[in-house]
């Protein structure tokens, strides 16, 4: 596979499994939808290799923003979570940051030297 789609997810929050996985779900579709829309090339080539997605750990929402940034930058499709607050955490948390779908070199510049959850 040469496309991905990586989500980085904030580990300060201690936020259960399930919540979690919500929150990277979250992340996924929104970027998804995004790159159909807007990197309609890299969406197809990820779609059809099996959209691949890759979850890795990020220090706090200061790290998220750094990376966004730096994914903007690039011009690579991104989505910040925003919680609701209805469970776990404070409404308006920022979660977790989804990055991509977009090549695996292009997205490794910004995400490859976090580690995986």
């Not at 040469?2 to 300060?12: G, P, S």
């Not at 923003?65 to 994914?71: D, M, P, S, T």
């Amino acid at each position: 596979m040469e496309y991905k789609l990586v989500i980085v997810v904030r580990t300060d929050l201690g936020i259960s499994k399930g919540k979690m996985a919500a929150q990277v779900a979250h992340a996924a579709v929104n970027c998804a939808l995004k790159a159909k829309k807007s990197s309609s090339t890299n969406f197809r080539n990820w779609f059809d290799e099996g959209q691949k997605k890759v979850v890795v750990k990020g220090e706090n929402e200061s790290t998220l923003r750094k990376l966004q940034q730096h994914a903007r930058e690039v011009g690579l499709v991104s989505s910040l979570v925003t919680d609701a607050g209805l469970t776990e955490v404070p409404p308006s948390t920022i979660t977790c940051l989804g990055i991509g779908p977009a090549s695996d070199s292009e997205i490794d510049l910004i995400t490859g030297s976090y580690s995986l959850f």
